[in-house]
């Protein structure tokens, strides 16, 4: 298989970076499902896999739903990520900086990576914090993409800005690799019935719509061998 063959089919990954409570898990979850679900697990990572439409052809996504409680993980998800989502709530300014903290980090470590910020929780707007003109200003000044949104309102948003983020991540797909962790070799991974867990997320009578195909918890002794894996790559 030519390289650029076997580039275009490995899976693109995308971490979901945030500080807590921002909604990165209910925008994983939003997005891959169109469900809102209000409260979630909260103490590891969530590597959902799945196969997306991008630009009108299959493509096979990995998103990683992270957990921020741990700054161990983020050596981890730097490396391990084509893509980044940089969440952040709008009524949360504490939130912001460590979004604007995350995309200096991404500039200065993953300069060639694409980013997309998003500012959630916009249906709070008489809790807003975050000016909308002040992060898009700070987006720019990172290259990197912006909008608002409200997990909670509507998918439709959502699924605009992450559908349109992938098409421009995938077109910009070059001849570097970045890297398979989670491939052969990887950590040990719980892994659990896609059905089965999202069951226990969103009910017994709701079964989630595909497309994800697998769903894989990292626990935390878990992160720091992805490192280790990555660098023997
Ligand atoms: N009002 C409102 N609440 C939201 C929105 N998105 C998420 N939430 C709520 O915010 C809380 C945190 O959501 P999570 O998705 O668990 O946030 P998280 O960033 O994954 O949190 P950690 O995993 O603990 O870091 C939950 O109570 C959600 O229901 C939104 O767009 N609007
Ligand atoms: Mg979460």
């Known amino acids: 298989m030519k390289t650029d063959e076997k580039n275009n089919n ?14 990165k898990s209910a925008l994983t979850v939003r997005y891959l499902t169109k469900r809102f679900i209000g409260e979630y697990r909260s103490d590891t990572d969530m590597l959902y896999k799945c196969v997306l439409q991008v630009d009108g052809a ?50 200065v470590r993953r300069s060639s990576a694409s980013v997309l910020m998003l500012g959630n929780k916009s249906d709070l707007g008489h809790l807003r914090e975050v000016e909308e003109v002040e992060a898009r200003t700070l987006a720019l000044t990172h290259a990197a993409r912006f909008t608002e949104v409200s997990t909670a309102e509507s998918c439709v948003p959502v699924a605009d800005a992450l559908d349109s983020f992938l098409k421009e991540v995938k077109a910009q797909r070059g001849s570097s690799n970045n890297g398979n962790i989670l491939g052969n070799g990887s950590p040990k991974q719980r892994k659990l ?17 595909q497309p994800i195909t697998e769903l894989i918890v990292l626990d935390k002794g878990e992160r720091s061998k992805l490192v280790r894996c990555s660098r023997q790559i």
């Not at 490995?10 to 909604?23: D, E, K, T």
């Not at 019935?193 to 719509?209: A, D, N, Q």
């Open 10 to 23: 490995s899976p693109l990954r995308l971490a979901v970076l945030g500080s807590n409570q921002v909604g």
């Open 58 to 107: 299959p493509q096979p996504v990995e998103i990683m739903d992270t957990w921020a409680s741990c700054d161990e993980s983020s050596d981890a998800h730097l490396q391990w990520a084509e893509a980044f989502v940089v969440v952040y709530a709008i009524t949360d300014k504490e939130s912001y900086r460590w979004a604007a903290n995350t995309l200096q980090e991404l500039s």
């Open 193 to 209: 019935s896609v059905t089965r867990m999202l069951g226990s997320l969103i009910g017994r009578h709701s079964p989630p719509p």
